[in-house]
Nanobody
Framework: QVQLVESGGGLVQAGGSLRLSCAAS????????MAWYRQAPGKQRELVAA???????NYADSVKGRFTISRDNAKNTVYLQMNSLKPEDTAVYYC????????????????WGQGTQVTVSS
């Protein structure tokens, strides 16, 4: 089983930046999709960005041009660089790893991290 630990959340002013990290450990397949989701109070959890083992990426329209997902396969870590943050980005951000997959749109199976709070003030 895979364990995921997120870090890097916090309070930031609008227009600022944060970098989230998610370190994976355990039985990690060489082929996988790593992704970031977020969930605001009273709203559905939504996919923010995803990346395959080969480095292909996909982003939600709301964060394109502002967020960058990247990964370090040697460290089994995925990052989310968030720039030009808006109050609408306020949410709990969750890391997800889907094993044995190279499909950016298929994260049905996998593990969740515990989440890290991101709060953007106006």
């Amino acid at each position: 089983q895979v364990q995921l630990v997120e870090s890097g959340g916090g309070l930031v002013q609008a227009g600022g930046s944060l970098r989230l990290s998610c370190a994976a450990s355990g039985s990690i397949s060489s082929t996988n999709v790593m992704a970031w989701y977020r969930q605001a109070p009273g709203k559905q959890r939504e996919l923010v960005a995803a990346t395959t083992s080969r480095g292909s990426t996909n982003y939600a329209d709301s964060v394109k041009g502002r967020f960058t997902i990247s990964r370090d396969n040697a460290k089994n870590t995925v990052y989310l660089q968030m720039n030009s943050l808006k109050p609408e980005d306020t949410a709990v951000y969750y890391c997800r790893v889907s094993p044995f997959s190279d499909d950016l749109r298929d994260l049905r199976f996998g593990s969740w991290g515990q989440g890290t709070q991101v709060t953007v003030s106006s």
